[in-house]
Nanobody, 121 residues
Framework: QGLLVESGGGLVQAGDSLRLSCAVSGITFNEYSMAWFRQAPGKEREFVATISRGDSSTNYADSVKGRFIISRDNAKNTVNLQMNSLKPEDTAVYYC??????????????WGQGTQVTVSS
């Protein structure tokens, strides 16, 4: 049974940076692609970024491309999301997810509990 635990959220001002981390246990980490999604109040969960197993290729939502960087550390079983130049519209609960394929849709078997990111203007 996979266990994913996010950390690093908080309250920041527009233009600041934050680094989210997701610690993974209970599954063979390097056999899974990882993803970050986010959900703002009253909105559906949306794709942020994925990083594949194997070659660690990455994919980003247009809204975060050039500002966010997803990375993984297979030795530490963690996936990170470096968020730069944050905007108020980035405010959401951020979730990490694990699955066999790096899909930009929330069709993943394993999810974390989420971490709140709030960006003030």
């Amino acid at each position: 049974q996979g266990l994913l635990v996010e950390s690093g959220g908080g309250l920041v001002q527009a233009g600041d940076s934050l680094r989210l981390s997701c610690a993974v246990s209970g599954i063979t980490f390097n056999e899974y692609s990882m993803a970050w999604f986010r959900q703002a109040p009253g909105k559906e969960r949306e794709f942020v970024a994925t990083i594949s197993r194997g070659d660690s290729s990455t994919n980003y939502a247009d809204s975060v491309k050039g500002r966010f960087i997803i990375s993984r550390d297979n030795a530490k079983n963690t996936v990170n999301l470096q968020m730069n130049s944050l905007k108020p519209e980035d405010t959401a609960v951020y979730y990490c997810a694990a699955g066999a394929l790096a899909l930009p849709v929330p069709n993943y078997p394993y999810w974390g509990q989420g971490t709140q990111v709030t960006v003030s203007s």
